[in-house]
Nanobody, 126 residues
Framework: QVQLVESGGGLVQAGGSLRLSCAAS????????MGWFRQAPGKEREFVAG????????YYPDSVKGRFTISRDNAKNTVPLQMNSLKPEDTAVYYC???????????????????WGQGTQVTVSS
């Protein structure tokens, strides 16, 4: 089992940047594919970035491609999400998630993830 704690959220103006971090407990962190999701009020939780167990593969939806970058440090058990050129529509609670799925590659569906953090609020003002 793994426990996830997000940090780094806050209030930023449109065009600004934020760096979120996800700290994971446990000694088997490298066996999990990792992802970031977000959920705005009244909307479904949506995938924003994913990274494979080794870190070799990453995937982003078009809505954030070119602006968000996910990485991982398997030695430190962390998964940062660098967010640049932020827009008001990026406002949401951001969640870190871990997947036990053993298939190679990135997991993009909410149903493929087994563990979730509590979330961190990101607010982008116009």
């Amino acid at each position: 089992q793994v426990q996830l704690v997000e940090s780094g959220g806050g209030l930023v103006q449109a065009g600004g940047s934020l760096r979120l971090s996800c700290a994971a407990s446990g000694r088997t962190f490298s066996s999990y594919a990792m992802g970031w999701f977000r959920q705005a009020p009244g909307k479904e939780r949506e995938f924003v970035a994913g990274i494979s167990r080794s870190g070799a593969s990453r995937y982003y939806p078009d809505s954030v491609k070119g602006r968000f970058t996910i990485s991982r440090d398997n030695a430190k058990n962390t998964v940062p999400l660098q967010m640049n050129s932020l827009k008001p529509e990026d406002t949401a609670v951001y969640y870190c998630a871990a997947s036990k799925d053993v298939r190679v590659g990135v997991r993009t569906s909410i149903y493929e993830y087994d563990y979730w953090g509590q979330g961190t609020q990101v607010t982008v003002s116009s």
